[in-house]
């Protein structure tokens, strides 16, 4: 259910290695639960971002959150077409509307998220 080339937070985001980069989105429950997502805001090119911090937004017709830094690091790539049209999350999460790429500062915290397996355990218990 969940891409296994990936890793991910229990805040519902994605990231996967690229070339010592790191790609990162939500997850395809989080958009499945957000339902109809009408506006995100990102951070710009440039922006340092830590693990566990916030680093930009995310609404729906249903609710507004904060979106979660997987890993530490600085933002060297913005999905301006998730901004134009953001309901591209509801319709691929885990392909093309991903949202930034980033250089990792702390490589180690890599290892401190979920495997697709652990993550598909956590929504399958929160779905309970």
Not at 39 to 56: I, T, W, Y
Not at 69 to 89: K, Y
Request: hydrophobic share 45%; proline share 5%; charged share 25%.
């Amino acid at each position: 259910m969940f891409p296994t080339d990936r890793r991910y937070t229990r805040d519902h985001e994605w990231a996967q290695k690229e070339n010592g980069r790191v790609r990162i989105g939500i997850t395809a429950f989080a958009a499945e639960r957000l339902s109809d997502i009408v506006f995100v805001e990102l951070p710009k090119v440039g922006a340092e971002v830590r693990a566990g911090a916030a680093f930009g937004a995310i609404e729906s017709v249903k609710a507004a959150s904060d979106l979660y830094a997987p890993v530490s690091g600085r933002v060297v790539e913005v999905n301006q077409a998730v901004i134009d049209g953001p309901e591209a999350l509801n319709q691929d999460p885990h392909g093309s509307a991903w949202m930034v790429v980033m250089e990792m500062s702390a490589p180690e915290e890599w290892d401190q998220l979920l495997d697709s397996e652990a993550y598909a355990a956590l929504v399958g218990a929160e779905q309970t």
